[in-house]
């Protein structure tokens, strides 16, 4: 098992406009910078923005630029994520692409957030790959790691490290900061969460080890963030331990059986007594002054998303 070196991409979105071609750049800029980068990641709905009506049938002309891109660097590119419309649902999904340009899987986000993703379908698969020679990753978008049980199945599938594409602009972000620290060091891997700016997020994109210390922080502005990975320390975590201490994912494994609340028939009186799930009801006044506010800080002549089918 070898070191591999990662870069992830803080940058601006629009949310009025594609961003595709400022993401191409940012890719020659990161591989001309640091051309030992083997893996370059973007933050969620980097492409297109935070709303719906950019959402387009996979496979897609985006999918069609990224494979490029990584085939033109030999590198694995996850691209942040788009919104996907399948069979009249609308997914935020997630692509992995490999250093020949191929597609070797796809995730779509279990948990969307609202207020911003109300009409979003949650996906229901799980998602792990290899890279030969390096180790098993795992993809989880943004609230997914608010529900420890999401990253706690991808490190009990093996993964080791976890890339977190996410979009936060909301004052909770600290909050989001020390789950990262805990979801890296009670799974013990590592955690590379990059978010975007301006519609796409506040920055303060944060990558964490399997001891859950912070290997780096960003600030608000726009960032490269390279980063070579001693793989191996996952390993040597969870068989040793934290810090040579607790070895929690042993623990975990040696009462599976305890946690009665997930069996599919289990009664849960109290989770019911709280009520149906909130939502907004005035999604295209939100989205109008979205736009809005895009335009007056961000003024275009026009507005084009660049592979959207949508009507």
Request: charged share 20%; with cysteine; net charge negative.
């Amino acid at each position: 098992m070898r070191p591999f070196a990662i870069a992830g991409v803080q940058m601006k979105v629009s949310a009025v406009a594609s961003n595709v071609e400022m993401m191409k750049l940012k890719i020659d800029i990161t591989m001309n910078l640091y051309p030992w980068i083997e893996m370059v990641l973007f933050s969620e709905l980097c492409a297109y923005g935070p709303l719906t009506h950019t959402a387009q049938e996979i496979p897609c002309s985006f999918e069609t630029e990224m494979q490029a891109m990584a085939k033109k660097y030999g590198i694995w590119l996850l691209p942040g994520s788009i919104f996907e419309k399948s069979n009249g649902k609308i997914y935020n999904t997630a692509t992995v692409i490999n250093p020949k340009g191929e597609i070797v899987t796809r995730y779509r986000k279990m948990f969307p957030f609202y207020p911003y993703e109300v009409g979003v379908t949650p996906g229901t698969e799980f998602c792990v790959f290899d890279v030969p020679d390096v180790g098993r990753f795992g993809v989880s978008i943004c609230y997914d790691m608010w529900f420890p049980e999401t990253i706690r199945t991808l490190a009990s599938l093996g993964a080791e490290v976890i890339l977190h594409p996410t979009m936060s602009g909301t004052i909770d972000r600290d909050i989001e900061l020390s789950i990262v620290r805990a979801m890296a060091s009670v799974n013990q891997c590592y955690f590379f969460d990059v978010n975007g700016l301006d519609t796409g997020g506040t920055g303060r994109s944060i990558v964490c080890g399997p001891d859950g210390l912070v290997i780096h922080q960003s600030e608000g502005t726009e960032e490269i963030i390279p980063l070579e990975l001693n793989i191996a320390r996952v390993k040597r975590s969870r068989e040793l331990g934290i810090l040579r201490l607790g070895q929690p994912l042993k623990s975990f494994r040696d009462h599976l059986g305890q946690f009665k609340i997930y069996q599919p028939d289990a009664p849960h009186p109290y989770l019911d007594s709280l009520g149906p799930l909130i939502k907004p009801n005035r999604l295209d006044k939100l989205t109008e002054l979205i736009i809005k506010e895009d335009n007056l800080e961000h003024p275009r002549s026009s507005v084009h998303y660049k592979g959207d089918n949508s009507n």
